[in-house]
């Protein structure tokens, strides 16, 4: 089993719809999530992280962690076409240098 | 605000060349990281770098690759003899802990 898996999509929907993205994890270790949204050919950015399980919003996203099923969310309200990118999981345990392990990231794509 | 730069965007070699990749980590930043990203593919670890040593590696990391930071603001990779399946987006991050904060990216193209 591979330690974080995610559904590659594409994911469509059109503007205005709430998007849920998802992971799961294998390792028990992880303890920080984080979401990156990855525009083509550019770097991921950071967009949200939490610590341990339970929710965290921000603006229109919402994460969730629920740590008893290893399942992560990320739900966007209201998505606008300038969402459409992939969006990457990714999570690390405590302690030493903190190193992600990144799901295959969603393909997302927010059609007008 | 502040980001990670990386130069060049794109380095077109030959196989067996060195290659320098360049990364200006964010400036208070103490944690430095490289990871590549073949096409379509997961994004990899590859090094970190605290207090002027390598502080975690993978194993995809091995002899042929090194980091430095040469000066008080640069990061570099290089690749001492460049391979075929090296070609990929080469990342750079910079973060005080659990926050990793990316660069654009230099798109290597080994020929």
């Known amino acids: 089993q591979k330690e974080v898996e995610q559904d590659p999509g594409p994911l469509s929907v059109p503007e205005g719809a709430i998007v849920s993205l998802n992971c799961t994890y294998s390792?028990?270790?992880?303890?920080?999530f984080m979401w990156y949204r990855q525009y083509s050919r550019k770097g991921p950015e950071l967009l949200m992280y939490?610590?341990?399980?339970g929710n965290k919003e921000d603006g229109r996203f919402t994460a969730q962690v629920d740590k008893s099923s290893k399942y992560i969310s990320l739900f966007i309200r209201d998505s606008q076409p300038s969402d459409s990118a992939t969006y990457l999981c990714?999570?690390?345990?405590?302690?030493?240098?903190?190193?992600?392990?990144f799901g295959r990231g969603t393909s997302l794509i927010v059609h007008p | 605000e502040p980001e990670v730069t990386q130069t060049p965007s794109h380095q077109v070699t030959q196989m067996g060349q060195e290659v320098i990749l360049r990364c200006v980590p964010i400036?208070?930043?103490?944690?430095f990281y490289w990871y590549r990203q073949i096409l379509g593919q997961k994004v990899e670890f590859l090094v970190s770098?605290?207090?002027?040593?390598?502080?975690?590696k993978s194993e995809i990391f091995d002899d042929q690759f090194s980091v430095e930071r040469p000066d008080g603001s640069n990061f570099t990779l290089k690749i001492r003899s460049t391979k075929l399946e090296d070609s990929a987006m080469y990342f750079c991050?910079?973060?005080?802990?659990?926050?990793?904060?990316f660069g654009p990216g230099t798109r290597l193209t080994v020929t």
């Open positions: 390792n028990s270790a992880f303890q920080y």
């Open positions: 770098f605290y207090n002027n040593e390598i502080s975690e």
């Open positions: 990714a999570m690390s345990a405590v302690g030493g240098s903190y190193i992600p392990t």
């Open positions: 939490t610590y341990s399980s």
């Open positions: 400036s208070n930043h103490l944690y």
């Open positions: 991050a910079s973060g005080g802990g659990r926050e990793q904060y």
